[in-house]
């Protein structure tokens, strides 16, 4: 199970931080990462964490301005967003693999959804 947490409506230029811990099959090395769906907008990569945090990945749209983290002992896996803009108005999904290799972040390669958290950016 996945709950995200940390949404809300913020104002263009500032931060945000959102969280997601995952509970039930913690034994297993998995990794975790974040998407995004706009409205009438296909889910797209957001972010994502190898299972021991040692590599990440980001989407073309947010390198630079967000920064994914992760604590192994909480089972949490954080987004921190800076310089939001409006276009970064989403739900964001918490995401976790542990199959594919590491690299792979396609939709077809998430095992686990979290239900999402709504980011909205006013202009």
């Known amino acids: 199970q996945l709950v995200e947490s940390g949404g809300g409506l913020v104002q263009a230029g500032d931060s945000l931080r959102i969280s997601c811990v995952a509970s039930g099959r913690t034994g297993t090395r998995y990794a975790m990462g974040w998407f995004r769906q706009a409205p009438g907008k296909e889910r797209e990569f957001v972010a994502g964490i190898s299972w021991d945090g040692g590599r990440t990945y980001y989407g073309e749209a947010v390198k630079g301005r967000f920064t994914i983290s992760r604590d192994g002992a909480e089972n949490t896996v954080y987004l921190q967003m800076n310089s939001l803009k409006p276009e970064d108005t989403a739900v964001y999904h918490c995401?976790?693999?542990?199959?594919?290799?590491?690299?792979?972040?396609?939709?077809?390669?998430?095992?686990?959804w979290g239900q999402g958290t709504q980011v909205t950016v006013s202009s």
């Open positions: 995401a976790v693999k542990a199959f594919s290799p590491p690299e792979l972040w396609t939709i077809s390669a998430i095992d686990y």
